[in-house]
């Protein structure tokens, strides 16, 4: 059973600094063949994709939080990480991390399908 599991949240002011782990049993899901992205829903809202890593290592960010939070892998420790600077009151949410599978047609893309997702971690900013 593939478990995803998020951690790091909490509550900070603004401007401050939060580090986002996701961990899974290699046995079950290894990073290294999956996409990986965080997402976050805050109440009221619809969740969004805020950071991406490809199977190789490519990165993408929501607009919002470019220059801010900065998204890695190590695939040694099967750790997806999302660092997470200069934090605003609008970047109050929960967190999820997501696996996403891949294929490969003219080069290795990310399905979109977001095949598994963590139980999520709550970030809170405060002014």
């Known amino acids: 059973q593939v478990q995803l599991m998020e951690s790091g949240g909490g509550s900070v002011q603004a401007g401050g600094s939060l580090k986002l782990s996701c961990t899974a049993s290699?046995?079950?899901?290894?990073?290294?063949?999956?996409?990986m992205g965080w997402f976050r829903q805050a109440p009221g809202k619809e969740r969004e994709g805020v950071a991406f890593i490809e199977v190789l290592g490519g990165t993408s960010y929501a607009d919002s939080v470019k220059g801010r939070f900065t998204i890695s892998k190590d695939n040694a420790k099967n750790i997806l990480y999302l660092q997470m600077n200069s934090l605003k009151p609008e970047d109050t949410a929960m967190y999820y991390c997501?696996?996403?599978?891949?294929?490969?047609?003219?080069?290795?893309?990310?399905?979109?399908?977001?095949?598994?997702w963590g139980q999520g971690t709550q970030v809170t900013v405060s002014s």
């Open positions: 997501a696996a996403d599978r891949y294929f490969v047609e003219n080069g290795i893309k990310c399905a979109g399908t977001n095949d598994y």
């Open positions: 290699k046995d079950t899901l290894n990073m290294i063949n999956y996409c």
